[in-house]
Every structure is written in structure tokens, then in C-alpha cells.
């Protein structure tokens, strides 16, 4: 029998499969051809993202390419190999007992910076192929100086139903994907609560 973590992250594998470099990051003919668009059709805007006031967490610190942030408490590292599931940063909840251990990992997105814009259309759009249902995009949030788009939405793998809520963080040169998997179980208000102690901690190294 598979350990609790060890069922979870195999379903984070399989979740990252279906939504992630391949379908939430926006390939760079994706992202030029979006870019110009928005450039046209809006110009310049100024950020309605609001600034994240949650208590810090005080857990582990995790320690990705140029960046750290803080876990929750009983979160860390587990330090197993999980083929096909090779994030930039990972941490889970090591006490969890429910047969999915709630998690955060952090992609790189492969072409570098990622606007908003081009999650909230180009990333919502492929989400919804892949099979994700309850696709929800929510305000904006400012993590580390960053404007980041926040997107929810329920996934299945191997029988097992879940939610991700992912967020991309940018620095001048790069987007990072940041995505929580929760059970089901786990109320929205909760999630948020510490995905956004997470995110308060975000350290730019």
C-alpha cells in the first residue's frame, strides 16, 4: 500500500501531466502573439492586485532557484524521487492523514515571463481541455513585488478528487508557477488562508 505521501505526490505528478508546462504556461508563440493584443487593445494599466495581509507561515524554509519561502508548520520536503515529477521546489504536509498530503511545488515556466493577462485567457482556456472542472478566476494578488493571477479548479487522478489553486510569481526575468493541491475536503477560506501564508513569505535571493 501506497503511503499517503507517496499517493499524493504521484497524483501531483499526474495533475502537473495534464496542467503544467504543456497547458498552463503559455508556449512563447502563445505568449507574443497575447502580448501584442493586450498591448493594442489596453496599453498600460495600473495594478487593481491586491496586497496579501495573512499571518507569515513559520514552518520550513524551501529554497527554489533564486527565490525561498516559508511552508507551514508540519510542512517540508519530503526528499523522495517521484519519476516525472521533477518541480523546482516542493514541499507537503508530512502529518497529513486523509490519503492526500496537501502540497505546494513551483515550476519554472519555461519561456520565461508569464503576464497575467496570458494566464487568466490562454491558461484558463487550456485548463478546461484537460478536464478540470469549477475553473474559477480570482482577483489578483501582489506576492514579492510580483502581480499574480490566481486561478482554482478541481482535478481527478486516480480516483482521487482534489483542488489546486496556482499562482505565478514573476521576477524581472522569470515566472514561477506556484500551485497548492488540496483534498476536496479542505474549505476554500482554509486554502486560502495558507497559500497566501505561503505566498507573504515569498523571498526574492
Given at each position: 500500500?501506497?503511503?499517503?505521501?507517496?499517493?499524493?505526490?504521484?497524483?501531483?505528478?499526474?495533475?502537473?501531466?495534464?496542467?503544467?508546462?504543456?497547458t498552463?504556461?503559455?508556449?512563447?508563440?502563445?505568449t507574443?502573439?497575447?502580448?501584442?493584443?493586450a498591448?493594442?487593445?489596453?496599453?498600460?494599466?495600473?495594478?487593481?492586485?491586491?496586497?496579501?495581509?495573512?499571518?507569515?507561515a513559520?514552518?520550513?524554509?524551501i529554497?527554489?532557484?533564486?527565490y525561498?519561502?516559508?511552508?507551514p508548520?508540519?510542512?517540508?520536503?519530503?526528499?523522495?524521487?517521484?519519476p516525472?515529477?521533477?518541480?523546482?521546489?516542493?514541499?507537503?504536509?508530512?502529518?497529513?492523514?486523509?490519503?492526500?498530503?496537501?502540497?505546494?511545488?513551483?515550476?519554472?515556466?519555461?519561456?520565461?515571463?508569464?503576464?497575467?493577462?496570458?494566464?487568466?485567457?490562454?491558461?484558463?482556456?487550456?485548463?478546461?481541455?484537460?478536464?478540470?472542472?469549477?475553473?474559477?478566476?480570482?482577483?489578483?494578488?501582489?506576492?514579492?513585488?510580483?502581480?499574480?493571477?490566481?486561478?482554482?479548479?478541481a482535478?481527478?487522478?486516480?480516483?482521487?478528487?482534489?483542488?489546486?489553486?496556482?499562482?505565478?510569481?514573476?521576477?524581472?526575468d522569470?515566472?514561477?508557477?506556484?500551485?497548492?493541491?488540496?483534498?476536496?475536503?479542505?474549505?476554500?477560506?482554509?486554502?486560502?488562508?495558507?497559500?497566501e501564508?505561503?505566498?507573504?513569505?515569498?523571498?526574492?535571493?
Amino acid at each position: 500500500m501506497r503511503t499517503p505521501l507517496r499517493s499524493a505526490a504521484l497524483l501531483v505528478a499526474a495533475a502537473l501531466t495534464l496542467t503544467g508546462c504543456s497547458t498552463l504556461i503559455p508556449t512563447e508563440q502563445e505568449t507574443s502573439g497575447s502580448s501584442s493584443q493586450a498591448e493594442t487593445e489596453t496599453g498600460t494599466e495600473e495594478t487593481t492586485a491586491g496586497e496579501l495581509d495573512a499571518a507569515p507561515a513559520t514552518g520550513a524554509t524551501i529554497a527554489g532557484d533564486g527565490y525561498t519561502f516559508k511552508a507551514p508548520t508540519g510542512w517540508d520536503d519530503p526528499q523522495q524521487e517521484i519519476p516525472g515529477f521533477d518541480p523546482d521546489s516542493f514541499a507537503a504536509n508530512l502529518q497529513d492523514t486523509d490519503g492526500f498530503a496537501d502540497n505546494v511545488n513551483v515550476l519554472k515556466s519555461p519561456v520565461g515571463v508569464v503576464t497575467p493577462d496570458q494566464v487568466e485567457t490562454l491558461g484558463l482556456k487550456e485548463l478546461e481541455t484537460v478536464g478540470a472542472t469549477d475553473v474559477v478566476v480570482h482577483d489578483r494578488v501582489v506576492v514579492a513585488g510580483s502581480e499574480s493571477a490566481h486561478i482554482s479548479a478541481a482535478m481527478s487522478s486516480e480516483g482521487v478528487s482534489y483542488v489546486v489553486d496556482q499562482y505565478y510569481v514573476s521576477s524581472a526575468d522569470q515566472t514561477y508557477v506556484v500551485t497548492f493541491s488540496f483534498s476536496d475536503t479542505v474549505p476554500a477560506a482554509e486554502r486560502q488562508q495558507i497559500a497566501e501564508s505561503v505566498l507573504v513569505t515569498w523571498a526574492w535571493v
